[in-house]
């Protein structure tokens, strides 16, 4: 997904020993407005794709690795049981790799969401994505109290948890605080906020640039807010920094 996202950040991320790897295939049930992944009618499940995505960590000597995946919503299990296997297989494969699980909302559905509690990874991700007003306009099948409860769940659960925002696309600044303090209250630990880009001229238009001295002043606020980190800049994605995130 480094690659196939046009990640700015993927040779720091190699460098420190970091890589983000998305699984359940490569096309998306789900058309959010941002995002440049194909939607699309998925193929079967891969059932080897665990066993290979271990091996590749392990190939590459990844010392902290993201798992994100697209969203699988004609599955009943919508790929938790797939994902459970994955995290197993690098465990088993790579003892020494620390795992962050950058998860979809599995629909709220809490058995699917439990799957990923019971198999402990040291941090769950489930971005926000945006403020609440604009939900319906960058995640079409999304809901922001629907991300808010996952994230509640996983935190109820033990979890520590992480989420994401992406500015430019018409919030206001007072909306993104909004958003800060909305995820405080179901105990988010560590948030990422950066610049929306343009993946194609079919999606969503850059309604705004926001200078770098927002992103400065949006992460002390932030932090003032009791987020244990916040990475705050342009070009920060949802796995910027990630293996710093472990505490």
Same mark, same amino acid.
């Given at each position: 997904i @480094?690659?196939?996202g046009n990640c700015p950040n993927m040779g720091e @991320?190699?460098?420190?020993? =970091?890589?983000?790897f998305m699984i359940l295939g490569n096309v998306c049930t789900r058309s959010c407005g941002f995002c440049a992944v194909a939607t699309g009618r998925p193929e079967e499940l891969d059932p080897f794709e665990p066993l290979r995505v271990a091996k590749s960590v392990k190939l590459m000597k990844v010392k902290h690795c993201v798992i994100t995946s697209v969203d699988r919503d004609e599955l009943e299990d919508g790929g938790s049981i797939?994902?459970?296997? =994955?995290?197993?297989? +690098?465990?088993?494969? @790579?003892p020494d790799t620390t795992m962050e699980t950058l998860i979809p909302d599995f629909k709220g559905v809490r058995k699917n969401i439990q799957r990923i509690i019971d198999v402990a990874p040291e941090i769950v991700s489930h971005n926000i994505e945006t403020v609440r007003r604009l939900t319906k306009q960058v995640r079409i099948q999304a809901q922001f109290d629907r991300s808010l409860e996952v994230l509640r769940i996983l935190k109820e659960g033990g979890m520590? =948890?992480?989420? #994401? +925002?992406?500015? #430019?696309? #018409?919030?206001?600044? &007072? &909306?993104? +605080?909004?958003?800060?303090? &909305?995820?405080? #209250?179901?105990g988010v630990d560590v948030l990422t906020i950066g610049q929306y880009l343009q993946p194609t001229p079919k999606h969503l238009a850059v309604v705004e640039f926001v200078k770098p001295e927002v992103f400065n002043e949006l992460k002390e606020i932030g932090l003032g807010k009791g987020f244990r980190f916040v990475e705050s800049g342009p070009l920060v994605r949802s796995s910027y920094h990630a293996e710093k995130h472990l505490f």
């Open positions: @480094c690659e196939s @991320c190699w460098g420190a020993g =970091t890589a983000t797939a994902w459970v296997q =994955t995290v197993k297989a +690098i465990r088993k494969l @790579c520590k =948890t992480k989420s #994401g +925002i992406m500015l #430019g696309l #018409g919030e206001s600044v &007072e &909306e993104v +605080i909004e958003t800060m303090d &909305e995820l405080r #209250g179901v």
